[in-house]
């Protein structure tokens, strides 16, 4: 063979490491590696499409396949494909390093931790497949080919595994003829591995093979093909063959595939190594037709432990993988629904920019809305565990959807969950209206940050002691959604019900002529009330609109409340997180005349007494802590509270 000087390169420390673990492999299910490789090839066989379709100068007439070669003698194994390959810094960078974000940090962990090789190496598997490194687990060395669409040069890389590898330039007959990649394993030898019970298998049996590509690579799109024996006649021949089905999964009928399949099938797609959640099919025939199988994933991508690298909805046309990621097929709040979409009614040549004006593409998305949406209620009604556990991890991102896509927002808050006042379970809108008391106004709500601490505020007082139910709403997306939405009715219903902040001003319990009642009551207290509000007014003029007395509150003294159109202190806080300047809203401090503590702040006003600016800025923070806010000043809050309670200690003391 003709080759270029080679150049020794050493691995980056964690792929050398992960390498080394490989090698000494302890992990029984060692058959994977041959699902990776081939995994790897369709991959580059799908991107050399893409760029072909995108770039006029590559043929796109080619004969796109997987070969497995293999030799009994010899002791070897080749995958190849006729795919995008490799360029020399391509083989650098992706073989040579580990650039699968979160293994580094993994490794690291595993090592500290003193987990043991198994469970380490099980983990790894799971989470981050450890793609083309499996090879090790069966092989003592590994030599690839590969050669780059659009140059001429076929590169190799050699390694045993021990820390380094080569990489030489072949010419000559073992150059590649065009592009693509092949990769030749030098089997271990077989028998008993050290610490396992298993004897290792013939990687190199015909149908050992078979089985293997049968099980995991069956629904691969391109044709896997191998030299087979044939018998005819009691005459052997040698013949190649296609040992995959091709058959697209989403093509069968649901009762043709098993679980197993597309579970096989959903960790291909999705990169994710935990079973999904839940799972529906389409098949929607008029004036545009496609097949569709989706999945809602059990975790969500956020996890930094998850290498979330491809999802979406893939796009196939006629059976031909067209793209990754189409996002035109679903709205960005669906981001988490992994799936493919393989239509017949869509030109080949498709490019991303038409897809977004498509009508075709337009129909397909709102089908796939329409079932999603009817899949999830199904969910809820017959599997309400399960679809807390989608509430929790995507819920957040589907409410999204009430805000960005009017139209189906009415259809997104019907499937939305939230914590109530009264349940300690998640609840449903339609639940709460049906739980509504006479006399309500509206569905009450307050936002906040945590539900348990909003259960607590002073503000929902009132409407407790009425029986009326609070939603407790903790994302900063549901303030968006109820300021956007303000108000809301399902499918069945002619009227609307507003939804209503229990922190705006003048949002109240009261039925009218209570209300009226209440403002009598209040209004006896105004005298004796005007030099205390005149006080609190002034000193806290820079934060405050208003103090007022108010019969929202039975039992806690104080607390703040909004004009109907400020943003509440979350939001405000979360578009300072987010780097805009927001002037924070002046606030309405409503106090309660029958409490003990503003009585005697009233009798202190009046007598002139100086502590009145102490209580009542202690007064205002302790109504922004219960607000989930920041006081401005936590020392002299601490100050002034420790002399209030060293006052009241004096009367105390021996
Ligand atoms: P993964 O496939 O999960 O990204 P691998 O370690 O299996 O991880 O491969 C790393 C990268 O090497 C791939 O993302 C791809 O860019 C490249 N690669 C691997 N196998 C092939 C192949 N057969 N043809 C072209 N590129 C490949």
Redesign the pocket.
């Given at each position: 063979m003709a080759q270029s000087q080679q150049e020794k390169l050493y691995f980056q420390t964690e792929a050398a490491e992960l390498l080394n673990m490989m090698i000494h492999s302890v992990y029984s299910n060692k058959d994977i590696f041959l699902r990776?490789?081939i995994?790897?090839?369709s991959?580059?066989l799908d991107?050399r499409r893409i760029e072909a379709l995108s770039n006029g100068e590559y043929s796109t007439e080619y004969k796109a396949e997987i070969r497995i070669e293999r030799d009994k003698d010899k002791r070897t194994l080749a995958?190849?494909?006729n795919?995008?390959?490799?360029t020399r810094e391509?083989?650098e960078?992706?073989?040579g390093t580990?650039?699968?974000s979160g293994t580094k940090e993994f490794l690291a962990n595993a090592k500290k931790s003193g987990a043991d090789a198994l469970s380490t190496q099980e983990m790894l598997i799971g989470q981050?497949?450890?793609?083309?490194?499996?090879a090790f687990m069966v092989s003592d060395r590994v030599e690839?080919f590969?050669r780059r669409l659009g140059t001429q040069e076929t590169w190799k890389f050699d390694s045993t595994g021990d820390g380094s590898y080569t990489i030489s330039r072949i010419e000559g007959d073992d150059a590649l003829p065009e592009c693509?990649?092949k990769?030749l394993l030098h089997l271990k030898k077989p028998g008993k591995p050290d610490d396992s019970p298993d004897e290792d298998k013939d990687y190199t049996d015909e149908w050992t093979l078979r089985d293997l590509v049968r099980q995991y690579s069956d629904f691969i799109s391109y044709p896997i093909v191998m030299a087979c024996s044939k018998w005819k006649d009691k005459v052997e021949t040698i013949e190649d063959e296609t040992i995959n089905s091709q058959k697209a999964i989403w093509c069968k009928a649901e009762s043709e595939v098993k679980d197993e399949d597309y579970l096989e099938f959903y960790k291909r797609l999705s990169?994710d190594w935990k079973e999904p959640l839940s799972r529906f099919t389409l098949n929607a025939e008029g004036t545009v037709s496609f097949r569709g199988l989706m999945f809602i994933p059990s975790q969500a991508p956020m996890d930094l432990l998850i290498?979330n690298?491809g999802g979406g909805i893939s796009l196939y046309i006629k059976r031909v993988f067209i793209m990754n990621d189409c996002t035109s097929l679903v709205p960005e709040y669906l981001r988490f629904v992994k799936g493919v979409v393989d239509s017949e009614d869509l030109p080949l040549n498709i490019s991303r920019e038409i897809l977004q004006d498509d009508q075709r593409i337009r129909v397909i998305r709102r089908s796939i809305l329409r079932k999603l949406f009817s899949h999830l209620r199904k969910m809820r009604a017959d599997e309400r565990e399960k679809y807390e556990k989608f509430w929790k991890n995507f819920g957040r991102v589907f409410k999204e959807g009430a805000v960005q896509d009017q139209e189906n927002a009415d259809a997104i808050l019907e499937l939305s969950l939230f914590h109530s006042t009264d349940e300690d379970a998640l609840t449903t809108l339609s639940d709460y209206k049906s739980r509504m008391k006479q006399g309500q106004e509206g569905v009450y709500y307050i936002v906040g940050r945590d539900a348990a601490a909003l259960k607590g505020s002073p503000k929902l007082e009132a409407f407790a002691a009425k029986g009326y139910e609070v939603l407790l709403l903790t994302d900063p997306v549901d303030e968006v959604i109820m300021a956007r939405k303000h108000e809301y009715k399902d499918k069945d219903e002619e009227a609307e019900t507003k939804f209503l902040d229990v922190s705006a001003g003048d949002v109240n319990a009261e039925s009218e002529s209570e209300r009226k009642e209440a403002e009598e009551r209040l209004k006896s207290f105004e005298d004796d009330f005007a030099p205390l509000k005149e006080r609190i007014k002034k000193s806290l003029e820079s934060t405050l609109s208003d103090a007022r007395l108010s019969s929202r509150m039975t039992s806690s003294p104080a607390c703040l409340v909004s004009d109907s159109n400020a943003a509440s202190m979350q939001m405000e806080q979360l578009m300072r997180a987010m780097g805009q300047e927001v002037p924070a809203s002046k606030r309405i401090l409503e106090l309660n005349p029958e409490h003990p503590v503003v009585r005697g702040m009233i009798k202190l006003a009046k007598d002139g007494d100086s502590r009145v600016e102490d209580f009542a800025s202690v007064l205002y923070d302790q109504a922004v802590i219960l607000d989930g806010g920041t006081i401005a000043d936590p020392a002299s809050f601490s100050r002034r509270l420790s002399e209030i309670m060293n006052s009241a200690l004096d009367k105390v003391k021996p």
């Open positions: 990776e490789l995994s790897n090839a991959d580059a991107k995958i190849s494909d795919g995008v390959g490799m391509d083989i960078n992706f073989i580990i650039a699968k981050f497949g450890v793609g083309f490194y499996s690839l590969s693509g990649t990769i990169r290498n690298k």
